[in-house]
């Protein structure tokens, strides 16, 4: 009895070392864009220079961005980085809202798993 009792001990152990582990990543790990801002800009100014030539229609037979806007082509590429921005900042807000979501969420685990370790203990 005292054989299986120890192991329980030994997995609620290593569950709280990878929660703990979990929370540190999640504590220190830079936001995406702060992590790759380079190729985030790239990509932006790829989107806005190569954006207002792109065509409709099968094999870009159609009309393209440019036209279908009416706007100039610096016009259209000011409103594709502005949507660029957009999209950008609205994932990084609800990207950093997920992660502290799921920081609390490993908090309640590992203090729920330290309760049953002590109750195996006890």
């Known amino acids: 009895m ?5 192991k329980q ?16 990543i999640l504590e ?3 936001p995406i864009f702060t992590r790759y801002w380079w190729q985030t800009l790239l990509i932006g100014i790829f989107a806005c220079i190569f954006g207002p030539f ?5 094999h870009g037979s159609g009309k393209s961005a440019l036209e279908h806007s009416g ?3 610096i016009e259209l590429m000011v409103l594709i980085a502005i949507l660029y921005t ?6 990084h807000f609800l990207w950093k809202y997920r ?6 969420e490993l908090y309640k685990k590992k203090l729920q ?3 049953e370790r002590e109750i195996f203990k006890g």
């Open 2 to 6: 005292k054989d299986i009792l120890s």
């Open 99 to 104: 992660d502290k979501k799921k920081l609390l």
């Open 9 to 24: 001990g030994n997995y609620y152990n290593h569950a709280i070392e990878v929660c703990e582990r979990k929370i540190y």
């Open 86 to 91: 957009s999209v950008c900042v609205f994932a």
């Open 54 to 58: 792109q065509r409709s229609g099968y």
């Open 71 to 73: 706007l100039t082509h």
């Open 113 to 115: 798993l330290e309760k």
């Open 28 to 30: 220190n790990e830079k």
